[in-house]
């Protein structure tokens, strides 16, 4: 039988390798707009400025102890035999500052962070002191020399002025919170979150509310890439779900493309006479970047722009659903929140098991990573087929298996991409 071109087209898929298409997509997620949030909102987000110290930290000498400031050349050649006894003229709780300098002879007693009075240069802890009223005056007694300096903390130590201590594009958690806290920048101006449209293609498709009918299935990739839009950093808008008719797919498409920064559907991409998202990829309503992926799953994996926007039309399977998400649209999302390193971390692990299948294609199984003396094993997920969906949840990596004609056997050393809490 002999083809049409729309056949043809259809049938005769160019593969792309994951990186060349990760490659074409890199040059459509540039970091977006900006704005500015409450600091207690930032967690999570990608800051869009260079944050510098308007201030050396700690500002102020601190006291490391709850004791007493003293001068350290007042302690010179004391001992338990010939105690030295200083003047207590004043007490510093922290948060105060005392108007008393300290000259030779004289003590401030002073609580741990408060401010190291003018004059002294040292603090003694006070489990190391002894207290006595002595001619109508609080006297100090010390047994022990100080040293100069002990238990103050120097102006600058952390930090000195005018240093950059965070540049654009770094992630903001617990440490980030608390550096930009102690400087007072309680507006924080961060990467906008990129406004992410869903939907699911698919006339056997029930919402997950709707009781199972003959044929038919609960949508599942919608709400599972919602989730991944979530943890990407972006923003997910879950559309209704559209039945497996081309025109009301093209409508529905062309409408979010317009109203979001990129559009995700799952489903349709194949070769099946209902696969509507890849009769829509190669129709005049945008521009392919490609429909097939050297991969597995996930190998009729689709990408098209139309307008500088970007359409990820994912496998319909569950399996090849979630790893074209995290492949190709989580790196969209983190580059336009600002992250610059938004592909999943890799690291090299040893395979726990065999791995037996064989393929043409880089396959990216599913599993678990675990940490044993000193060693990162990699277990594959027991089935893994991508099809199937409820090991997704077990996975927390992707075993990535070159392609092979043999066995991928246990002990050998093989690239993992981290899944979960993948923030490093
Ligand atoms: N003759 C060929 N058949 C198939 C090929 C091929 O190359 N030649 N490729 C296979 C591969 S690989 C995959 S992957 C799938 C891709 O299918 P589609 O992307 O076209 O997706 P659908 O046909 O719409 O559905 C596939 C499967 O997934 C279920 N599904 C769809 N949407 C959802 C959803 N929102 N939630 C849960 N499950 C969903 C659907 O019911 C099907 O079971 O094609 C192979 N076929
Ligand atoms: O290439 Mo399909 O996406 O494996 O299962
Ligand atoms: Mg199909």
Redesign the pocket.
């Known amino acids: 039988m002999k083809l049409n071109k729309e056949e043809y087209d259809k049938f005769h898929r160019k593969p792309l390798q994951v990186q060349q298409a990760q490659e074409l997509l890199a040059s459509y997620g540039k970091p977006g707009l900006t704005e500015q949030i409450p600091l207690q909102e930032s967690h999570g987000r990608y800051l869009a400025e260079e944050v510098k110290a308007p201030h050396p930290f700690p500002r102020f000498r601190r006291s490391g102890m709850d004791g007493y400031a003293v001068r350290s050349g007042d302690t010179l050649g004391c001992s338990s035999d010939q105690m030295v006894w200083l003047d207590v003229i004043d007490e510093i709780p922290c948060g105060s500052v005392s108007d008393h300098e300290i000259t030779a002879g004289t003590a401030v007693r002073i609580m741990t962070g408060a401010q190291v009075p003018e004059g002294a240069d040292a603090v003694v802890m006070l489990e190391m002191t002894e207290l006595r009223e002595y001619e109508g005056r609080t006297q100090l007694g010390l047994k022990r020399k100080i040293e100069e300096g002990k238990n103050v903390t120097p102006i600058g130590f952390e930090v000195q002025e005018e240093e950059i201590l965070l540049r654009p594009g770094r992630r903001i958690q617990a440490g980030e919170i608390s550096v930009l806290a102690s400087f007072g920048v309680h507006q924080v101006t961060v990467y906008q979150k990129p406004r992410i449209a869903i939907f ?3 006339s ?2 029930l919402t997950v509310d709707e009781p199972l009918q003959p044929g038919k ?6 709400y ?1 890439l919602a989730s991944q839009v979530r943890e990407a950093g972006g923003e997910p808008f879950i559309l209704e ?1 559209v039945m ?1 008719d081309l025109l009301l797919a093209k409508a529905k498409v062309e409408k979010a493309m317009q109203e979001y920064d990129a559009v995700v559907t ?7 006479d ?2 509507i ?2 009769d829509f990829v190669r129709s005049d309503s945008v521009d392919m970047l490609y429909n097939k992926i050297a991969m ?5 994996t689709t990408a098209a722009v139309k307008d500088g926007k970007l359409l990820f ?9 979630f790893v074209g998400f995290e492949l190709f649209v989580r790196p969209f999302i983190q580059r336009v929140m600002g992250c610059d390193k938004p592909y999943l971390t890799e690291w090299t692990a040893v395979l726990e098991q065999d791995y037996t299948k064989v393929n043409a294609f880089t396959r990216f199984v599913r599993g678990r990573v675990e940490a044993r003396d000193g060693m990162l094993y990699a277990i594959p997920a027991k089935v893994d087929e ?2 199937v ?1 409820v090991t997704i949840k077990d996975s927390d990596c992707l075993i990535v298996i070159p392609p092979t004609k043999s066995v991928t056997s246990a002990g050998e050393k093989v690239k993992i991409l981290l899944l979960k809490g993948n923030t490093l």
Do not use: K, Q
């Open positions: 699911s293609t698919g056997e498709l299935i609960r949508n599942s990739n919608t599972m779900a497996d799952s489903g349709g991409v194949s070769v099946g209902y696969d998202m890849g597995r799953p996930g190998s009729v039309a994912l496998s319909g399977n569950p399996g090849a659903c991508s099809s969906m």
